[in-house]
């Protein structure tokens, strides 16, 4: 049963599906453009769970490119386009000790040459700036249990901060809608459609020795025909591509978010002398990849772990957060560095999946034959949606290279696998 | 319960894994080295239901490398160390169109410029030397339905050929065993044990504060402590590895294999020029990646097609062929190019898997932690098996190369991931 035709189908209303949708549309206005979503609205698989930090600050050149361009198209959207994505440029704070410092000199030294705005600061003006951070644990058997490196320097990066992930979706969603596409949420996506480019109507086809193409979708309420479909369903994506025979390039893993709104943080936000907001900057302790940052809108505080070997791949579609894991893992790194948040519950946690790609860490462009997939942004999709989205526009096209928001240009099969070329990233959190 | 103690356990009794397991014990004579698998024999799992036809043909320069010296070091194996692998040197033709060989020119002249030897065949020297073979199907409907190519010329590999994967495999375990290994079949790994470095005998190890390593596996007889576990289960690696969230960089596709005795076929073996044998070499045809070699131990033929687009990833424990595979998809194609093969049907067929990296089709031997993973090898791991269990041991040693058969060196880091440096392999079959 065909349920509909259409030029251009996007599958998942994530952000970067979202992203990509306004971009195709945008360059091809005389095209048919639907998204389709199994959820109720947009973002509303891991986007909107995002803690929403971004930053410019990578170690691959190609990461750099493609966030530091969306942000400024960020800053565009709320500044001349009327969107408020709740932008936050609050800075990123690395807090590190001098070993990790010593290992990172190098990446650093190459992020600041290419322009990125950081400063190193040294310990005494840190302790200057935030009040309650304890730098030192020399004598403290628990820190020394816990492993924990001393505050010997932070990087501060200027160009980084925090969106509303849930906001910079619907607002690529409006300006898609606005330039005419089409959105049909509550429609699950079952298969990739896959045919004979020359149909010979024989039971069995296709057949290994006929051409074939992606030719839409199987949906819970009948099929959709596209020329071209787009596969943006982050971790899921597995489920579509697996069947015919595509690879998707990443492992889904858990992360998770607490969120805290207590009178006992408000040191946290009496900072002086990284930003605007005289608050703390996101800031990532020297110390297994705990990051938090204000969320000044609610007037709280999102934490989140970068965690790694030991914690499990896997797709899940309702991922928990787990309070244990906040009490019993971060919490006892977390209150040594910032004792303010002693016996501070959580008020909120919930938790999603990254789309892990680990052989680079970057997001993949790729496709043949009636298929575009877009994925495997390894938990700095939002950061990098407007790039990407042109990409993946201009691979339709057809076009050797995209022009980012800026004016800067990006070669389409860079991020594709055939011709890859980027640098692996080593700047992960 | 702790079943047994040792210094390397290597988990799969494949080739990759017993290859690795004797380079292990041959380098580290002290060391206890335990091979376990769930299956009662070596091989069991999907290396002996390949092909095992080998090439030292590939684009990729580390592939060469690979390939090429396990080549000889199986013929040493063979000559010098007393092991019947039924290696037979028949060669590799593979068949081209005019346009096919032009846009693999490049590839085959940098092939020929390392050193391989190859021949380019023209047309009317081919059907001299394969009666048989029909080259063009003007006029013929049927074949342009199938949308065959021509055949304008062959080129010819002579280092290249066909082994009996269960011989080679069984070699190894004998080498392994005669250097003092032991191996424990019947003994299913259901995970790997993961604890921190520092144990606290706090519940809830390993927190996320923990620096963490694998201390070795749970087995369905008991855990198994080691110093050292080396997870070579191909296909099955994801079992292990995911939920420790390490990547195992490969997904799963099944490939089958059809067997052939019928005395239609016997011209095959009337074949001039290619070999000592007399034969047809291990013969791809310029349609749908269909290949078939004799297999002289046995008067057989065996069939094999590297399908792509539109058949699935995915583990399957007891993955079957399907005799509707041969009939509808390989033999009409098959059966034009030689018409030999008319209304012969397969008297065997079986099935296995590939572990396939869709990133570069080459294998990974990474690690981290106590843990060793090699795996990945895309379908080429038997005529590779040689090098990357060198290469297995000489990251166990710590080393930065390995000394490959012939003293041939490989830099070990280029197969690992976080400094991986191989050249994408073109040349895939």
Known sequence: MIQMECDILVV??????????????KGNPEKSVVVVDRLGGPGQGNSAKSEGGYRNLFTSESNYLLADSTIDFMHHMEDDMGHDLKLSEMGYLFLYSEEQYARYRGALKRIEERGSETRIIGKEEL????????????GDEEAELLGLEPVDMGVFG????????????RAYESEFL???????????????????VEELEIPGEPFVWQDVHI?????????IEAETTVVATGVWSEKLLDPVGLDSYMRPKKRQIFAFKDSRLSSLLEVKGFNSYGAIPLTILPKAAILFRPEFSEGTFWLACADDLGRAFGLEDEPEAEEDYYTNNVYHVLVKYF???EDVRPVNMWAG????????SLPVVTGEEGLIYVGAASGSGIMKCDAIGRIVAAKYAGEEG?????????????????ERNVERETLII
Chains 1, 2 share one sequence.
Do not use: H, W
């Not at 901060?161 to 979706?169: E, H, I, T």
């Open 12 to 25: 998942g209303a994530g952000v970067l599906g979202l992203s990509s949708a306004y971009y195709l549309k």
């Open 178 to 196: 606005k330039a005419g596409g089409e959105t049909r949420y509550g429609t699950e996506v079952e298969e990739l459609i896959i045919k004979p």
């Open 402 to 418: 995209a022009e980012l928001y800026g004016g800067r240009r990006f070669k389409v099969a860079d991020l594709g696998i055939s």
């Open 339 to 341: 004792p303010c948040f």
């Open 158 to 169: 200027a160009k980084c901060g925090g969106v509303d992930a849930d906001a910079l979706v």
């Open 215 to 223: 030719t839409g979708v199987k949906t819970s309420k009948g099929d």
């Open 127 to 138: 302790k200057g700036m935030i009040p309650g951070l304890v730098t030192d644990f020399e």
């Open 353 to 360: 999946q990254y789309a892990i790609n680990s052989f680079d």
